[in-house]
């Protein structure tokens, strides 16, 4: 596997965000080692399944490798910080002394005592769904380590957050949270070109609450953040697809892929790999394109 990282774009791999406006947008894959996530729980919760999972993802081209020990999908109930830390810090370490050095890896967690033990193990990003509500401390962790860290859009808790959400208008209520999480991180010290953020789809949506914030993506893109688009199979899509079985999502989350890519965005968040790369590929050579001309 050493021997196939060579061959990747290692300037992609020097991880300032502010750096990604200039770049190809990266595909984020994910590794939740939970029993319980809304597509793929259970299916590498052993430290076996989650190596040859990450090996998978880097043959396909993956960037950075999003690893959460606690799953987030609606009604979820939470999970301790140490039950987190025993879930993902093996998985990390084993990446790290077995297969790859040089491939990001972010943490996908609400609490900075997980987000620490991660960073510790050597994970170079937090990916915050809760955009430091639920433990500010996590901001402070950021700004001390100086590790980049992802704020994202979402309602309450996973556990209520499908409970009824509501909106007058989502894109301007998403963008106003997201510019008072954003200048709660920089009062914690977090540097500015440290800062992404994300709109949180499928996180206290409502369906066309999604439809509307995918075609505004431009409005957040110009915030002046980079930005990590999350539409993995999720469920808003098959209701628009009359589909029920989130597997059965590839094409449509690389349709919004590609819609992404052309709005200016710069991180994706995908269960599938190859097909979100080649999505990912294609609308960006599209879209330099379009900028020549």
Known sequence: MMSQLKHRDSSRLVFGINTLYSDKPLIMGILNVTPDSFSDGGKFSGLDEAIQQVELMLSEGVDIIDIGGESTRPGSDSVAAQEQIQRVVPVIQAIRQQLADDVLLSID?????VAKAALDAGANIINDVSGGRVDPSILTLAAQTGMPIILMHSL???????????????????????KEGIEAALKAGVKKEAIAIDPGIGFGKRK??????????????????????????KRFMGAICDVSEPSELVIATAVTTALGVMAGVQMFRVHDVKENRQAVDVAWAIKQASVVA
């Open 109 to 113: 967690t609400t609490l900075s005592e």
């Open 156 to 178: 309450a808790t996973p556990k209520t957050m499908q409970d009824n959400p509501y909106y007058i208008d989502v894109v301007l209520e998403v963008l106003d949270a997201l």
């Open 208 to 233: 066309q609450d999604n439809i509307d914030l995918l075609a505004n993506l431009d409005a957040i893109v110009a915030l002046g953040f980079p930005v990590l688009l999350g539409t993995s199979r």
